[in-house]
């Protein structure tokens, strides 16, 4: 019975959600407007002409404006169909805000732009890794920035596209691609949780994955939260500490909190992530480093549409590049230290980096990009003796989660509980300690990791044999949680049109 159970499920579970799931839906190109960012060449002119044989009207946005002219030009003659092109630098929203205004309206969105430099991080310029952030991902918010506006007041209702163009290293992480890889998975964290603010419009949201393709001890974020527990949890097992954080106010009260519980050596550095310079002297000064965790982080939970672009920047600018500062300043010391005793880096990340959610576009995109990092990386260093973990707590107890809409909070507490940084503390100590490179805190955290185990690093045999046999039921329960997401989300949506009418 149990064997015939075991046999049956699998199959039985994909056919029952196949006859409860919502319908698929038809987005037609002929007659429609297709918008491609990065569409004067290679993968992106390719999807030009596809559109254009299929009737499509075509406007394309790339850099060289020598580039677009050849490429409207061939397209014209091939197609015979109408094509606007736009110069403009996707870094910049004020250009990319007027072309799409010009070009409107768009019922197609492809954001295909992107760069990549391969190379190990240790030895990668922060100017490349900077470049790399601000093109592949920052770029993507602008141009989807300046888009929805205009696709959610179309009078049309029709079924409308954005389309993001990631890559297999959004996927799995790659030796040499940890900052590519990076801006690709944060990609995917976007494109989740964009979904679910747009379905509402009929905005459907699509993440593409080609593979290579030819074309031309310190403690950061310390002073409070989860990193003063994981600091004050270090210290109860005899751990030497350094805590870097902006406030020096707060870091000598952690200092003092610490020494007076633990009587353990505490050294303190007010430096901002965002200065490379600062991180740096910093990490020299603290001296040898076995365990770093990198503990900083930023969250401003709004829907894309109505965030300000600086926020969205101040986001990954703290929760992404500010990684990329600590690793990369403490990096070349971790791989000279004369001790091969394992060492680890610890990447404090979120289940929102597992999985998009309503409300959390821009923090998800930085999270879901922290795993690419986590993943190449890891492959970059274990030849070093050197351990990465990825930690992925769920809400922490604040008083932000008080002023969150309805339909935030629902979103939330479908997550599982809401923990205190003393016990998110205590599993991220014993993560580091086993060397886990995934380290959920719940339960759901668990089945999240299952579900989206993919193709990430595992050293547990046991964890590795549960991903394999239960992944497809963890898949199938994940499924039905975004179902149920996805209607309160239509419902609450509604409702609040209603009441914008009736108070017009």
């Not at 991220?428 to 805190?441: A, D, E, M, R």
């Amino acid at each position: 019975m149990v064997l015939s159970t075991i046999v049956f499920l699998p199959l039985l579970l994909p056919l029952l959600y196949f006859i409860l799931r919502p319908r698929p839906v038809n987005i037609p190109i002929k007659d429609r407007h297709v918008f491609i960012t990065g569409g004067s060449s290679g993968i992106g002119l390719a999807l030009a002409k596809q559109a254009a044989s299929e009737g499509a009207r075509v406007t394309l946005l790339a850099r060289s404006l020598d580039k677009l002219e050849q490429a409207k030009k061939s397209i014209r003659q091939a197609y015979g169909v109408e094509v606007s092109i736009f110069a403009a630098d996707v870094r910049d929203f004020e250009a990319v805000n007027r072309a799409v205004n010009d070009a409107a309206p768009i019922d197609v969105l492809i954001v295909n732009h992107g760069i990549f430099l391969p190379q190990e991080l240790d030895k990668q310029e922060l100017d490349m890794v900077r470049l790399m952030v601000e093109v592949n991902l920052m770029g993507s918010f602008n141009g989807i920035k300046a888009v929805l506006p205009l696709m959610k007041d179309r009078m049309d209702k029709k079924p409308l596209s954005i389309a993001l163009m990631s890559s297999q290293a959004g996927q799995i992480g790659v030796y040499g691609y940890a900052t590519y890889s990076a801006t690709k998975f944060g990609l995917r964290g976007l494109a989740e949780a964009l979904q679910q603010e747009t379905i509402s419009n009929n905005i459907h949201v699509s993440l593409i994955c080609p593979p290579v393709t030819q074309t031309p001890g310190v403690q950061e974020g310390g002073s409070i939260g989860i990193g003063l527990a994981i600091a004050k949890k270090a210290a109860s097992e005899g751990a030497r500490i350094s805590l870097l954080s902006r406030s020096l106010d707060k870091l000598k009260e952690a200092k003092q909190s610490i020494q007076e519980e633990y009587q353990v050596d505490v050294s303190i550095f007010a430096a901002d992530v965002r200065d490379y310079n600062a991180i740096e002297r910093a990490i020299k000064e603290a001296g040898p480093i076995d365990v770093l965790v990198i503990n900083h982080g930023v969250f401003v939970f709004e829907e894309l549409e109505t965030q300000e672009l600086d926020v969205v920047k101040f986001m990954i600018d703290v929760n992404l590049m500010g990684t990329f500062n600590v690793i990369k300043a403490a990096l070349p010391l971790m791989k000279a230290r004369k001790d091969k005793s394992p060492a680890s880096i610890a990447i404090m990340s979120s289940e929102a980096g597992q999985v998009g959610l309503y409300g959390y576009t821009a923090y998800s995109a930085s999270k879901f990009g922290l795993r690419g990092l986590a993943e190449a990386l890891q492959q970059e260093v274990i030849s070093d003796n050197i351990y990465v973990s990825i930690i992925c707590p769920p809400s922490t107890e604040t008083p932000a989660i008080k002023t969150m809409s309805e339909l935030m909070k629902f979103i939330i507490s479908s997550s599982g509980e809401v923990m205190k940084a003393e016990e998110v503390a205590k599993i991220t100590l014993n993560g580091i300690k086993s060397g886990s490179f995934t380290v959920p805190c719940t339960f759901i955290g668990r089945l999240l990791v299952v579900a989206t185990a993919g193709v990430s690093p595992q050293t547990s045999f046991l964890m590795a044999a549960v991903e394999v046999v239960f992944a497809g039921f963890a898949r199938f329960v994940a499924l039905f949680y975004l179902w149920s997401w996805y209607r309160k989300i239509e419902q609450c949506q509604a409702q609040n049109k209603k009441v914008e009418k009736k108070l017009q």
